[in-house]
């Protein structure tokens, strides 16, 4: 057991381990390889504060969502799916005309 704050390498599993001061070992801290794979996450939040309600939250000015290509796996297709329970009615952006953007010139 290390003294409260201490940090320590722990060189047979590659990483940093932080000691409160009664736990044996520490606490261990992430490697970049656990960062690649994110599962059962219940809250994410990027550049903002995830909630019950919100439970993937994000505030950014910018997002991409980018394909896999063939040569990566992929399809080369980008596809979003959103459900939901409540029944299939069009939103007030498509179901009055007036309320839709003019389409942009290149």
């Not at 504060?49 to 939250?57: E, G, K, L």
Request: one cysteine or more.
């Amino acid at each position: 057991m290390g003294r409260p704050g201490e940090i320590v390498v722990d060189s047979t599993n590659n990483r940093l381990a932080i000691h409160d001061g009664t736990t044996p070992g520490g606490f261990p801290t992430v490697t970049a390889a656990d960062l690649k794979t994110l599962q059962n996450v219940t809250l994410l939040g990027l550049g903002t504060t995830a909630d019950a309600q919100n439970p993937f939250a994000a505030k950014l000015n910018k997002a991409l969502w980018t394909a896999l290509t063939a040569a990566e796996g992929g399809t080369g297709d980008l596809r979003y799916t959103l459900k939901s329970r409540l029944p299939a009615t069009p939103c007030r952006c498509c179901s009055n005309p007036a309320s839709r953007a003019a389409p942009r010139s290149a």
